[in-house]
């Protein structure tokens, strides 16, 4: 019976541990973006992102949760991307390589798309005003 009654308590709670893992991640790959797009914290490595890309908006929509589905899809594919085109090239391992944070990145971007935004999104507060978009609930 204890074992059920926690259960319960863990599922209660998982909406908002899902909204904590969308702004957190959210918050540390703007940070990467702010690092690459602005030279804040470091100088950037590896010049610039093209202007009005994802990079610019992406972090700040998932960090909202706004759109964060069709968002978090695109995000995915460009840490992918990302991963095979600039970290993979320099060795097989992504230790080796530096691409430990774009891996981490493209699946839990994927996980967003199909978990959603989790509690605390402004795709909630729409969804429960009765606006539907493409990817909403």
Known sequence: MRVLDM?????RWSPYILAVLRIVTALIFIEHGTQKLLGFPAPPANGMPPALSLFWFGGILLLVGLFTRPVAFLLSGEMAVAYWMV???????????????AILYCFIFLYLVFAGPGAWSIDGVLRQSGVR???GR
Do not use: C
């Not at 259960?7 to 599922?11: G, K, P, S, V, W």
């Open 7 to 11: 259960t319960d308590t863990l599922e």
């Open 87 to 101: 970290h993979a090239p320099r060795s097989f391992f992504p230790v080796l390589n530096g691409g430990d944070p």
């Open 133 to 135: 978009h493409a990817w």
